[in-house]
Structures are given as structure tokens and as C-alpha cells.
């Protein structure tokens, strides 16, 4: 089974608004229309068998309306082969209630973006999520590092993760973009040991810039090389990655091609590109 464990939707009315926003914000290319049916549509090119849906709230009063479409998404999710996590924004006044609720309806985790959130991920208000997540048995995924479309946000640095970590260490955590999107030989010195997962979104490979924003050359977007990749599957275990794309900003087929041409051993592949995230999502893809 291959299982994109990072990827985004939006509601249809507001995908085309959705999109256009962050594409202006990053300068960089979508793939698919961001809706669920062109999500669908990429997985069925790529050979995809199931995709996660990764909300992020960006404000706290998204967080109700957010929850409400991954449930509803969820409700189809054995048809369509699209499941979403929750979303939470660290500022949400009824956190705590809004974690039990998402947790009665089945959704087996949340995520969290501090940069966009405006939140060190060290800061008691993520905490207290990790540890309520960690009592429920739910899981967290953040966007870790740097960010695309936020040049020089640091509230999700290899070293803020470590501090949060420390302070939550039974969480079941997933830190995107191999554990901090340009910040990885951080990742390499203070991250292995802690017990979390990586996702392989975004980082693999080389990105071109379009000229027109702050990336100006293929240097500014530089991406994990092959040797790395491989080292920080060695150092964090073929058994805590998760393969990601970030569709709809990385395309699923060259995503799945770049990780499929790496010199992994048979059994490492297979838990990477699905056995893994089998495991995390436990029933929910049974």
C-alpha cells in the first residue's frame, strides 16, 4: 500500500481563492486545483492508494469549520482513499474540548504550523496539546523548519522541537519535511534519539524558483541531496519515516519517483512509502 502522509485540501468553493493566495505567498507551483477530486486525480495517476489531508488553522476560529470538513472527508474517506487529520491553532480557547470531540469522531491526529500560527513550537500552548494528544492517543504532525512563503520564521527550528519534545516526549510526533525544512544538518545534530517520525515531504530533490519572489536562484531552494536523505534514514530508522509530497505543492508521481530511485533495501521501501503510516492510522485505513 503507498500512503501520502502529507498532503492538502480545501473546500471546493474556497480552493481556487486557497491556492492562489499560497502560490503568491511561496512562488511556488501547485499540481492539482488543491480540492479533494484533484487530489484523487493525482493519486490515481501516481499510484496512490491513500492520501492524508494536513489542515492548518490559521486563525483560531478556523479550527471548528477545519474539524468539521476532515470529518465530513473522513466520512467518505473508505470510498475516496482521502483522510484527514484535525487541525488546531495553539490560541483556540476550547482546545482542550475540541481534541476530545475530534478524538470521539475517529480523526487520529491534528496538525499544528507554528510559523503560520505565529507560535514557537516550544511555547506552553503547543505543549499542552502534545500532552492532550498524547493522553488520547492521538497523534501531532508539525511543519518543521523553515517555511517557503514565511522567509526567515524560526518558530519551528530543530532546536524548538527538541525543547518541545523534551517536555512531551510520549507524544506520537511527526515532523514534516524530514524534520526541518532547511535546517537538516540540525536535524542531524540534535534529533536523532528522540523517538519522533519524519515525513519526506518537500525535501527531496531540487526545486526551481520563478524569479519573481525572494528566491532568486536555484541555490536559495536548495533540497536535501541523496546522501543526506539517506543518512537521516539511517540515523532516525526506515521504521520513523513517513513519505509525504505536500501535494499540492509537490507533485505525488515525481515525489514517489525520487524515493523509489533511492538505494533502499526492499523492506525499508515498503515501510516507508505506506507500512509505516499503516501502522500510525491503525483502523481508519483497514
Known sequence: MIIDFHTHTFPDAIAPAAVNKLQAASHTKPFTDGTVNGLR???AAAGMDVSVVLPVATSPKQVPHINDSAIRVNAQAKETGVFSLGGMHPDFPDWEREMERLCAAGVRGVKVHPPYQGVDFDDARFIRILKKASGLGMLVVTHAGLDVGLPGAEQSTPEKLLRAREQAPETILVLAHMG??????????????????????????????????????????????GEQFLRLVSLFGAD?????????????TAALQKIRALPLPDADMRA??????????????S
Open 41 to 43: 486525480a493525482s493519486m
Open 240 to 252: 520513523h519515516i513517513l513519505f509525504g509530497t505536500d501535494s499540492p505543492w509537490g507533485d505525488q
Open 180 to 225: 526541518g525544512w532547511r535546517c537538516w544538518d540540525d536535524v542531524e545534530r540534535l534529533l536523532p534519539g528522540a523517538g519522533v517520525y519524519l515525513d519526506t515531504s518537500f525535501a527531496l530533490g531540487q526545486m526551481t524558483p520563478n524569479g519573481d519572489g525572494y528566491y532568486k536562484t536555484e541555490k536559495d531552494l536548495a533540497m536535501l541531496e
Open 272 to 285: 516507508i512509502l505506506g507500512g509505516n503510516a499503516e501502522k500510525l492510522l491503525k483502523a481508519e485505513i
